[in-house]
């Protein structure tokens, strides 16, 4: 029985260390099993994260790839804003140029229209005068008729006779008296028919004391003969005293005012015909009276 006691307290230490070191080899192979499920998981984990890498850095490669297209595009557009900027800032500065020769080119038609407006006016104004003298010229026309014909009727048989001749030409009205009937050859001295022309002439004019005489001696290119140089050293002292011979028979037999009349000579120098033949140099040899508006003789004086 003690050796069985013995026997059992050899046994169950042994039993007990047995069954200890299966518990721990039990255990480790539990815990084997479990770090091999553990790397198993983990190397599972491992690929899915080297293929989640894989797929983020394709994904990043991608994304590099559309980064510089971006980065391209906004170059471009940056490029293409800056030269819209620069256009914009052409058309602004043309717009502004464009405004201000719109600006300036309104200005010239304001000023235009203004100068237009008195130019207007103006021509109002002169069409107005001109009515004005218009209506006085026909005035002075219709009086001047009225005296030409009244010459006329009064010098008819001087006229008719070839005496003299009565012009009318644009309201100033001409007579003029050959030398023949005034004066004879180489004289200043009135002869009694010249006379009696003179009269009827001043008779007329006395009716129209608004007109002036403008009395104008002429002769023809004969020079003054020896015997009578003395006296007329060329023919404009003969031209010009028998114009005065006409003015002082006018003034003195007539009762002309003085300041109605004005004497002048002419000499030779203002023909009316050839001088080659008689007949021309007799026609050069006149007196021309003028009947001018008083105002004007008095200017001439």
Aim: charged share 30%.
């Amino acid at each position: 029985m003690k050796r069985v006691f013995y026997i059992l307290l050899i046994a169950v230490p042994l039993l007990l260390s047995a069954c200890v070191s299966k518990n721990i080899y039990q255990q480790k192979v539990n815990e084997t099993e479990l770090l091999n499920r553990d790397v198993t998981r983990l190397t599972a984990d491992t690929e899915q994260l080297r293929q989640e890498k894989r797929t983020l850095q394709d994904k990043l490669s991608q994304l590099n790839a559309r980064l510089v297209e971006v980065l391209q595009q906004n170059s471009k557009l940056q490029r293409n804003l800056l030269t819209a900027n620069v256009e914009q800032e052409r058309k602004e500065g043309d717009l502004s140029r464009h405004q201000q020769r719109i600006a300036a080119m309104q200005d010239q038609l304001l000023d235009m229209q203004q100068t237009n407006d008195q130019l207007l006016t103006t021509i109002e104004e002169l069409n107005q005068a001109l009515e004005k003298e218009k209506i006085a010229r026909e005035a002075r026309l219709a009086k001047v008729k009225n005296t030409y014909d009244q010459l006329v009727n009064a010098l008819e048989g001087e006229i008719k006779r070839g005496e003299l001749t009565i012009s009318n030409l644009e309201g100033q009205l001409s007579v003029n008296l050959l030398n023949k009937i005034l004066f004879d050859s180489g004289k200043a001295e009135i002869k009694k028919a010249g006379q009696k022309v003179l009269r009827n002439l001043g008779d007329v004019l006395n009716k129209f004391p608004e007109k002036a005489m403008q009395i104008e001696g002429h002769t023809d290119n004969v020079q003054i003969s020896s015997r009578l140089i003395d006296k007329f050293p060329s023919n404009w002292e003969l031209s010009t005293a028998r114009a005065t011979s006409i003015v002082h028979f006018l003034q003195d037999k007539i009762g002309l005012s003085g300041d109605r009349l004005v004497a002048a000579g002419y000499s030779e120098y203002r023909p009316v015909a050839g001088n080659d033949d008689a007949e021309g140099r007799a026609q050069n040899r006149r007196i021309q009276i003028l009947l001018v508006p008083y105002k004007e003789a008095a200017q001439t004086e």
